[in-house]
């Protein structure tokens, strides 16, 4: 489609036990005028997400409600949605999620990108922010290495923050390239497409605007992942790795990546023979990894160091309001 031309969005909403957040979703998506399209799936919900999905339409025409017998993850949820739509752009949106009024117009306003995302606001409260600050559209652009370093976590510190982003992406692109969510990942889905995108070239930008409401729950998706979702995203990135034209800085952040990814993995792996076949039963297995034993004895080490902080310092409840921005923008004059 000609960037010169007025795009329209499609809002993919995958969604699963998600009755008490889903309807402000929805109306957030709906409020927005460049949104043509939004489609809900229900990924196997026990607790009426799709009936509250349906009372939440505008009978603007723009609601599509699919629903899965079975939940089949977030990757299958996006690709059944991605495929039930046309719209150009194809913009996500978590279920406890929102937009704020007027995200995409200062988005839309910017050219020469396959991906565009813009600031977040992070909040424990949905109710807490209804207008955010002001920010000034800077764009600046994202290369493959910044977006792999901004998914590359500390102990102790927060992630890199370009792995919170939110991008519209464009659909031309991603038919261009065969490119959709691996459905085996239920792990680091959007980490693993948006690298894909990025290593056939897609142009990533990012704006200071905010329009996005994150809100931070500690029981997510991401928070309870098993020990296997671990074991396929690092082979995920060991696919990429596979492509030998990638160039040296591309692949050597992606090794970093993964490498960081399979170290997890271990120690997960260890705990979880511990739990099962007793301490004898985990040792034996990573005498069977030598290569693991120096990992998995620190990860070991600065859980028992965690605990015994935690223990000393017992953490001050947030504040119920605290807001946090993604990115320090310039504010609006």
């Not at 949106?93 to 396959?114: C, T």
């Not at 922010?129 to 652009?141: D, H, K």
Request: hydrophobic share 45%; with cysteine.
């Amino acid at each position: 489609m000609d960037e010169t031309s007025a795009p329209t969005i499609c809002v993919i909403i995958a969604a699963k036990n998600a009755a008490d957040t889903i309807a402000k979703a929805i109306a957030s998506a709906l409020a927005e005028p460049l949104v043509s399209e939004v489609v809900v799936v229900d990924d196997g919900s026990s607790d009426g997400t799709a009936d509250v999905s349906r009372a939440a339409d505008d009978h603007s025409g723009r609601l599509k409600i699919l629903s899965f017998a079975q939940n089949r993850g977030p990757s299958a949820a996006r690709n059944a949605a991605i495929a039930a739509s046309k719209a150009p752009l194809i913009a996500i949106l978590d279920a406890d999620d929102f937009f704020f009024p007027g995200r995409f117009a200062p988005m839309l306003a910017q050219e020469g990108w396959d991906m565009l995302a813009d600031n977040i606001a992070f909040m424990p409260d949905p109710d807490a922010l209804s207008i955010p600050e002001r920010f000034e559209a800077r764009p600046r652009v994202i290369s493959l290495v910044d977006f792999v370093e901004g998914n590359l976590s500390q102990r102790g510190k927060p992630r890199g923050e370009v792995g919170f982003l939110k991008p519209v992406m464009r659909r031309a692109f991603l038919e261009a390239h065969g490119i959709r969510y691996d459905e085996k990942l239920r792990l680091g889905e959007d980490y693993d497409l948006y690298l894909r995108a990025l290593a056939k070239g897609a142009r990533y930008k990012v704006i200071e605007h905010c329009g996005y409401g994150a809100v931070v729950r500690h029981d997510s998706l991401s928070s309870r992942h098993r020990t296997e979702d671990l074991r396929m995203l690092y082979e995920a990135d060991e696919a990429i790795l596979a492509d030998a034209s990638l160039p040296p800085d591309a692949r050597d952040v992606i090794t970093r990546h993964r490498n960081h990814i399979r170290e997890r993995y271990e120690h997960r792996a260890f705990l979880d023979a511990k739990a099962h076949a007793g301490l004898g039963g985990a040792l034996r297995r990573l005498m069977g990894r030598p290569q693991h034993i120096a990992s998995v004895s620190t990860g070991i080490f600065l859980d028992k160091l965690d605990a015994a902080r935690r223990k000393g310092s017992p953490a001050a409840p947030a504040s119920p309001a605290a807001v946090r921005y993604l990115l320090t923008g310039v504010r609006q004059k």
